[in-house]
């Protein structure tokens, strides 16, 4: 086993040592600074020199491609040197006055008058030993910890070399100084440095740091779960183009969880967290799948013959799963879409698919909304699907995509509490994706048109309840399964005990598998359901939530099953 | 403004007959006045009574970031009847210090059966409590001892200052010279400081009238265990009242207005110092120093004046229409009644006093500071302005930040150094 250590390249960076200047005269005119220096310490030169450190490995704890951990030996004896800058007061009388209280003191009349003395120190033939603990991880940046006290000797030459009774005072100050630097500061200093090094987050947090007041004031705060990923990254920590993004596809799952920002999945990971003990208590992340949501709504569709594909709870999965996948305007941006859609009277075209070619386009296209969405003025979108005229005419894309919301879906960020007043629900109607899916076939479309007339007013009624539903408050469970009574009654399913972070895939893959069965169920169902819509539009259109409730006295589903 | 307690303890030194001027700390006293003023931060509040002739109280209330303040409590066993303490009442020239007209030394009175004693204390009271305590004796005639105490319980400004610190000053004043001993138990600093008259002692031949006062001093401070050595020496040239009395000595005319003329030299840091000061009317008097040290070559100037008003209360003028009359007959009465018209003089409670001070140094920076009377309030207002940040003690100001603003150069990053109101009242 060996290791190569670089000494060079740390140094070969023309900006490593203005910033490692900035770093020291930061760190060093942090602390309060003893009252005899009158002055900002600044670091005027800073040269690691050229001769390494000599490093002797006693223990490697922990080694992989990202991350190291060992215990080294470190000996050095080279050549870099470290200048100094700053301002002393040479008169002892005013420096201990100035540290006393003013009322016991002898305040003298013009004994302490102050003295200051540019001071130059330049610190050489640094001779250091000692154990260093090197902890590297990738997504941690470096911690170096010296074990012990590591200086052994150094050459303090200043401004004041001629007298010999403050040079040794100034020996034995810097030497305390430094010796608190070694073990205390440096450590913190590496840290920064490899920090802004390694990890981009770091970077964008400190930017965000500085804008984060004004962001502030301008409005509630940023939803990271709303606007595309701020800082996508591939494997490699390189930050994406808009091309790159585009070019990758989720068909694999890797490439798609490098898109997602990490604090994205240090939510996620915090809610999957929250689910594993017996806590009640779940992190109520806006615009996430519970497990006890999606469970009820997933079996629905893997029945596939009852749920119609404007079921606004199933059309709610998806948009949120799209979500969770990291693209958070899916749901907005489908939502809006539908809307122009509906209006176009392609809502009740879907009763009329047949064909077989249905699930493979159904899971094709799910595959690809995600690319589609992602970019907005899309050209391989309608490449992909078949029939580019009826897609563009039904969706009108491109105005669709660049209109402004009517609505911002921007609830409070409230971590707790879900948004209850039904003025939220006043949002968009959520969001069925599967609208698109369907107007993109022309088939569907022109064969709909005929059919559209009979089921206008359903579709309208049912649009209204697409409303009414969705102005239920989305953060609490018992509406969910009221809404899903309300529509249809789902055949309890298998529990998927899969975490909502991977729904989207699980999800795909039941569907496709089960579409072609439940096809013919399905198709009966959409009519009859649809049949039963007409026959009671006040029911569905009128029915408030409270109403629901009321025939609906089921405790809501647990976490799992 | 001085603090109530300080007036008291000015009283204090007035009745034990003690002279202020005669000792070295007080060798600039006018300088420092007037340029070296300090100027209220944010808001305080003083209320203070003289509740009994030996005792009084103090609290104050100000906000420096929370809600601070302190009690003070003073009792001395000589009584301050004569001493005004009404806020309306005190006279402001005690209360706002300016050019301090040296007194011609006289010789220390003679022995009282009663050795007058006084204590006080206050208490800082936010969290990092802090008491601070004095007691002054006056042993004899010319000697006075001084014990003051402080002691906080906040974490000590350097690591070497310890929790509480005792200072004993011994005073030893006979007029032609006064000698000061200090000792400190922090750090074990031992100090002495003398004072020097030249001319006549006052002691032997009090007949002759002088005219001005010579005087020289020295300080030395040395610490045996952190090895601390401070000394400086200083003369100081001033006219005494009598050169500049109303009815002016001919034989020797000195001035035609009172001056001060200081000069202070620190050889350990080679710094020199040199001012003056001048009252140029009873209302009006100006001061400037010069200041360089012959090793880092800093120099200071800094330039000052102080302005009272005297805006009087309605002058009762019982003007019957006939004062040209008076005035014509007297033109032709003056041969025979020679009688001169008495100039109304209003009585002094009758002035409505208030004070500016201002004083800028050669960085620009500037200290306004307007004291005066408002109803029954002595009101305090200062204001700070400058590109570098002043030090509130004395002994650091300008030279200091002078010298970091030179090194620095960078651009100012706020004009405004500090507004505050300070408002007094004591019954």
């Given at each position: 086993m060996a290791f190569n250590f670089n000494w060079s390249p740390l140094t070969a960076d023309a900006n490593f040592y203005t910033r490692a200047q900035d770093l020291l005269t930061a760190a060093l005119n942090k602390s309060p600074k003893p009252p005899i220096i009158v002055d900002d310490i600044i670091v005027t030169e800073l040269n690691l020199g050229s001769i390494p450190p000599e490093l002797e490995i006693l223990e490697v704890g922990d080694l992989a491609e990202d991350r190291f951990r060992g215990i080294f030996k470190m000996s050095y004896s080279g050549d870099a040197f470290l200048t100094l800058k700053t301002r002393v007061q040479a008169n002892p009388l005013n420096t201990y006055l100035l540290t006393r209280p003013s009322f016991a003191s002898p305040l003298p009349l013009a004994a302490a008058t102050p003295l200051t003395i540019?001071?130059?120190?330049?610190?050489?033939?640094?001779?250091?030993?000692?154990?260093?603990?090197?902890v590297f991880s990738k997504q941690k940046g470096i911690t170096v910890v010296f074990r012990n006290d590591p200086l052994e000797s150094l050459k303090v030459s200043s401004t004041f070399d001629s007298i010999p009774f403050v040079r040794d005072f100034l020996q034995k100050e810097i030497e305390a100084q430094l010796r608190i630097l070694f073990m205390d500061e440096l450590p913190a200093i590496i840290h920064r440095l490899s920090l802004r090094l390694w990890v981009p987050e770091y970077r964008d947090g400190e930017q965000l740091e500085t804008q984060d007041t004004a962001s502030r004031t301008e409005g509630p705060g940023q939803d990271p779960l709303a606007s595309p990923p701020q800082d996508p990254v591939d494997a490699l920590g390189n930050a994406l183009n808009e091309s790159d993004i585009a070019s990758l596809s989720l068909e694999s799952s890797v490439e798609t969880h490098s898109l997602f920002s990490q604090k994205n999945l240090l939510r996620l990971a915090a809610l999957t967290d929250s689910q594993r003990t017996l806590s009640l208590f779940t992190p109520s992340i806006r615009e996430v799948v519970y497990r006890a949501w999606t469970s009820p709504t997933d079996s629905g569709e893997a029945t596939a013959g009852v749920i119609s594909p404007a079921s606004p709870a199933l059309s709610r999965t998806h948009s949120q799963v799209g979500n969770i996948s990291s693209f958070p305007d899916t749901a907005s941006m489908v939502s809006s879409q539908t809307r122009s859609t509906t209006s176009t009277h392609s809502f009740s075209s879907y009763g009329l698919n047949t064909g077989s070619s249905r699930s493979k386009v159904h899971s094709r296209k799910r595959k690809k909304r995600v690319v589609d969405l992602r970019r907005p003025k899309t050209t391989d979108d309608a490449a992909s699907v078949s029939d580019e005229s009826a897609f563009t005419e039904s969706t009108s894309a491109p105005s669709v995509y660049s209109a402004p919301l009517p609505i911002v879906r921007e609830q409070p960020d409230d971590p707790v509490t879900p948004p209850l007043s039904p003025e939220t629900g006043l949002h968009l109607p959520p969001v069925p994706e599967r609208h698109r899916l369907s107007t993109s076939r022309p088939g569907i479309r022109r064969g709909a048109d005929a059919f559209v007339q009979s089921g206008e007013s359903s579709s309208s009624a049912r649009r209204r309840s697409d409303v009414d539903v969705d102005a239920t408050p989305r953060g609490t469970m018992r509406s969910h399964v009221a809404m899903t009574r309300c529509s249809e009654k789902p055949e309890p399913e298998a529990p998927q005990q899969l975490p909502s972070t991977i729904l989207p895939f699980a999800d795909e893959k039941a569907s496709s598998n089960l579409v072609d069965q439940a096809l013919v169920e399905r198709l009966a169902g959409e009519i009859a359901r649809r049949m039963r819509d007409e026959k009671m539009p006040g029911s569905s259109t009128c029915t408030p939530f409270w109403d629901r409730l009321n025939h609906d006295e089921a405790p809501p589903p647990a976490y799992g099953h | 403004m001085l603090d109530f307690m300080d007036y008291i303890q000015l009283a204090f030194a007035e009745g034990t007959q003690r002279n202020c001027?005669?000792?070295?700390?007080?060798?600039?006293?006018?300088?420092?006045?007037?340029?070296?003023?300090?100027?209220?931060?944010?808001?305080?509040?003083?209320?203070?009574?003289?509740?009994?002739?030996?005792?009084?109280?103090?609290?104050t209330l100000g906000t420096v970031g929370l809600i601070e303040g302190s009690i003070s409590y003073l009792y001395s066993n000589i009584s301050f009847d004569n001493t005004p303490s009404k806020s309306a009442l005190i006279p402001l020239r005690k209360l706002a210090p300016g050019y301090r007209q040296v007194q011609a030394p006289i010789a220390p009175p003679s022995s009282k059966g009663q050795k007058a004693t006084l204590l006080h204390a206050t208490l800082h009271l936010p969290p990092p409590t802090t008491l601070n305590a004095l007691f002054l004796r006056r042993i004899s005639p010319t000697m006075q001892l001084s014990l003051a105490v402080s002691s906080t319980r906040g974490p000590p400004l350097s690591k070497s200052a310890p929790q509480a610190t005792l200072l004993t000053q011994l005073t030893h004043d006979t007029g032609k010279y006064s000698n000061e001993y200090?000792?400190?138990?922090?750090?074990?600093?031992?100090?002495?400081?003398?004072?020097?008259?030249?001319?006549?002692?006052?002691?032997?031949?009090?007949?002759?009238?002088?005219?001005?006062?010579?005087?020289?001093?020295?300080?030395?401070?040395?610490?045996?265990?952190?090895?601390?050595?401070?000394?400086?020496?200083?003369?100081?040239?001033?006219t005494l009242p009598a050169a500049t009395s109303s009815t002016p000595n001919p034989n020797t005319p000195i001035s035609t207005f009172p001056y001060t003329l200081t000069l202070t030299l620190t050889p350990l840091t080679g710094s020199l110092s040199t001012s003056y000061s001048v009252r140029a009317s009873p209302n009006l008097s100006f001061s400037s120093r010069f200041g360089f040290n012959v090793y880092s070559w800093e120099s200071e100037m800094v330039a000052g004046f102080e302005l009272w008003r005297q805006s009087r209360k309605a002058a009762i003028v019982d003007n019957d229409g006939l004062e040209w009359a008076r005035n014509k007959a007297r033109i032709w009465d003056i041969p025979a009644s020679s009688q001169v018209p008495e100039p109304i003089t209003p009585s002094e409670e009758e002035t409505q006093e208030s004070v500016l001070k201002v004083r800028v140094d050669q960085s620009w920076n500037v200290r306004l500071l307007w004291e005066g009377r408002v109803k029954e309030l002595l009101v305090s207002a200062g204001v700070g302005l400058g590109p570098s940040s002043f030090s509130p003690s004395s002994y650091a100001n300008s030279q200091a930040t002078a010298g970091a603003q030179g090194s620095s150069g960078g651009p100012p990053t706020s004009y405004w150094r500090g507004v505050g109101v300070s408002v007094s009242y004591s019954s």
């Open positions: 540019p001071l130059q120190i330049t610190l050489s033939d640094f001779k250091l030993s000692g154990f260093v603990v090197l | 001027d005669n000792s070295y700390s007080s060798l600039t006293a006018t300088t420092q006045n007037l340029l070296d003023f300090t100027t209220p931060e944010r808001v305080r509040i003083h209320l203070s009574s003289l509740s009994t002739p030996n005792f009084a109280t103090s609290y200090l000792f400190s138990t922090d750090n074990s600093l031992f100090g002495w400081r003398g004072l020097w008259n030249f001319g006549p002692d006052p002691r032997f031949n009090n007949n002759a009238q002088r005219l001005s006062l010579l005087s020289a001093g020295a300080e030395a401070y040395y610490s045996p265990v952190s090895s601390l050595i401070g000394m400086s020496t200083g003369l100081r040239f001033c």
